[in-house]
């Protein structure tokens, strides 16, 4: 079984410990949720841990390989996309994981896209929470009204 097929595998199952040596040390996560990537292995996999928890009835339904250039450098790898079905707080989403992977097969740099925007929406309230509750992240500071 490739990396391809045990990510999908530990992502289908819910086993974050399998993810564990399927990441580069410098795996870069791009979210549809924040700007700046998350990065390394121990962040991407804490955020891992959020999404596993947080998506119902997550389930991958098709497949597309090929190679793409990486956000990072810009290097082309070798590159898959895996389309995918779940729901966040009763939000159907759409989505699809651009991974790319390195010359060892580990993956490298991992893109996550979704939609529509209200499960956008929805998923970056469930991530945010489950962040600031694992300690991951601070806690949003509320806007404040001005009178």
Do not use: C, W
Not at 29 to 37: I, R
Not at 56 to 63: A, I, L, M, W
Request: glycine fraction near 8%; avoid cysteine.
């Amino acid at each position: 079984m490739n990396a391809a097929d045990r990510f999908r595998a530990a992502v289908e199952s819910r086993d974050l410990g399998a993810l564990e040596d399927l990441f580069t040390p410098d795996v870069r996560l791009y979210s549809p949720v924040k700007f700046t990537p998350f990065e390394g292995r121990p962040m991407v996999l804490g955020l891992f841990g959020v999404l596993l928890r947080t998506f119902e009835d997550f389930r991958y339904v098709g497949r597309y390989d090929g190679s793409a250039e990486t956000s990072a450098d810009g290097s082309v790898a070798p590159s898959e996309i895996l389309l995918f079905r779940a729901t966040v707080n009763g939000k159907a989403i759409h989505g699809i994981d651009l991974v790319h992977y390195a010359e060892d097969g580990r993956i490298k740099e991992f893109t996550v896209m979704v939609r529509p925007q209200s499960a956008v929406h929805a998923l970056g309230e469930a991530v945010v929470a489950g962040l600031v509750a694992d300690g991951l992240a601070p806690a949003p500071v509320p806007a404040t009204s001005t009178p």
